[in-house]
């Protein structure tokens, strides 16, 4: 049994934000206060292409109607143009949503490499499974891990009652004939037997969560390994593909139709719970598009492991009827750091000043109570105080590809050039020089990749 939680406002107000992006005044809910906190339900893809989804602007043609569970979760809340991830590779990625703070601060800025046993993510961090257990909310995360091997980086001992999954990056999508540890399909640290495509293994897992846990709050993270390669879509998917694409294209897609079929599949069991009007749905990917293995980026600059817009913006969509408004476009820059404070205010919980948190509280955009969000910078560094960094503020992005040869800091403007294809840093010195220093200062307060 859980603990009494404090309600949660009487009267919840909706974002009604028009499909031209323009903010438009909160409408009032008629939703009664709920009973019991929301239940907080993160879906995240794994090198999908910012153009792969329906929902997204400029989605690519031949993408455009194999995503509509994903689709669905856009047309009956928000979508989110100007998301980003914290880190352009899997790991720092993970590591910067699961704390909430910048994976650069405890040293988490590269991959784990394959096998890695002398650590993974810090001990003293945090994770959101940490943070709502201490809220009485069950925890579970379902699919890949990342964030260590040993067994005290185990996502059984960071927080999550339920773990099924594998800890290593990627794996094949078919059965194995002889699984390693880290890629075996695991419960709770029993390793189960093959079969099945693990993208509907994981679905299904999920599924049977979110049936087993409708009696009371939870927190469930999904976090699909599609479309990470390998590119093996399961049988049946490529009939709903064009055919007239590159084979890894096609195979690419057709991972993503059974992504979505999975997604649908939680969607429907959250629904079939009588739990949809009481649960908070995040979709999201884990970094920029991979396209050297078939994504889209679309107009973006570059790709996965990059600084440029394609390395680090990402699709994101949330769902919480009576909360965020239906089909609302919401442009401010948000990055998957705001994840976890949004998840403890959900919860009715108050995010500590002593957890050093860098992402921020959604809630108040959501519902409307907040036109914008403030204004504040984005930082991005993936190799340490000599390689390449990024940061944006307002509607300006500053790139600087240290370590490669000739290179110089460049500027753009992302509201006339998301495809940051024009260097402004010639003709604006002033505020090139401005967030040369704000990146500096960010940077001090750093330390060098743990590996």
């Not at 009604?16 to 907080?40: F, G, K, M």
Request: glycine share 10%; proline share 8%; hydrophobic share 40%.
């Amino acid at each position: 049994m859980h603990s009494p939680r404090i309600a949660l406002v009487a009267s919840l107000l909706i974002a009604c934000v028009a499909a031209q992006q323009e903010p438009q005044p909160p409408t009032p809910s008629a939703r009664p206060a709920p009973q019991r906190p929301p239940n907080l339900v993160l879906l995240l893809a794994d090198d999908a292409g910012w153009a792969d989804f329906g929902f997204q602007p400029g989605c690519a043609a031949d993408a455009r109607v194999l995503t509509p569970r994903i689709d669905s979760i856009a047309a009956d809340g928000a979508r989110f143009p100007s998301a980003y991830v914290s880190g352009a590779v899997c790991s720092p990625s993970r590591a910067g949503l699961q704390t909430g703070r910048y994976q650069q601060r405890f040293g988490h800025e590269k991959n784990i490499p394959a096998g890695y046993m002398a650590g993974g993510m810090a001990l003293e961090e945090r994770t959101i499974g940490d943070r709502l257990a201490a809220l009485d909310y069950d925890t579970a995360l379902v699919g890949k891990w990342h964030l260590g091997y040993p067994a005290e980086y185990h996502p059984n001992r960071r927080g999550y009652e339920l773990f099924y999954g594998l800890l290593q990056g990627s794996r094949s999508y078919l059965p194995m004939a002889k699984p390693t540890p880290h890629k075996v399909i695991q419960r709770n640290g029993t390793p189960l037997p093959e079969g099945g495509h693990v993208t509907a293994r994981l679905g299904d897992a999920a599924t049977q969560f979110v049936r087993e846990h409708r009696e009371q709050p939870f927190v469930l993270m999904v976090c699909f390994t599609a479309t990470h390669g390998p590119l093996e879509p399961a049988e049946g998917d490529l009939a709903v593909v064009p055919e007239a694409i590159r084979k890894q294209r096609r195979n690419n897609l057709g991972l993503l139709v059974g992504l979505d079929r999975a997604v649908g599949a939680v969607l429907d069991a959250i629904d079939a719970a009588g739990l949809r009007d009481d649960t908070l749905v995040v979709f999201s990917n884990d970094n920029g598009g991979q396209t050297q293995t078939g994504a889209d980026n679309g107009q973006l600059r570059g790709r996965k492991g990059m600084v440029y817009e394609g390395g680090v913006r990402v699709p994101m969509a949330m769902r919480w009827p009576g909360v965020i408004g239906k089909g609302g476009v919401i442009d401010d820059p948000v990055i998957l750091l705001d994840v976890l404070p949004t998840f403890v205010a959900a919860a009715g919980g108050t995010v500590d000043p002593a957890w050093h948190i860098d992402g921020v509280d959604l809630l108040p955009r959501l519902r409307g109570t907040s036109p914008r969000l403030a204004e504040r910078p984005l930082f991005w560094r993936t190799a340490g105080s000599k390689g390449p960094v990024a940061m944006r503020r307002g509607r300006y992005k500053l790139v600087h590809l240290r370590g490669q040869e000739g290179a110089a800091p460049q500027l753009f403007d992302l509201d006339r050039d998301l495809g940051e294809t024009t260097d402004l840093a010639a003709a604006e010195p002033e505020r090139l020089a401005a967030m040369l220093a704000e990146l500096a200062a960010w940077e001090r307060q750093l330390v060098e990749p743990r590996w």
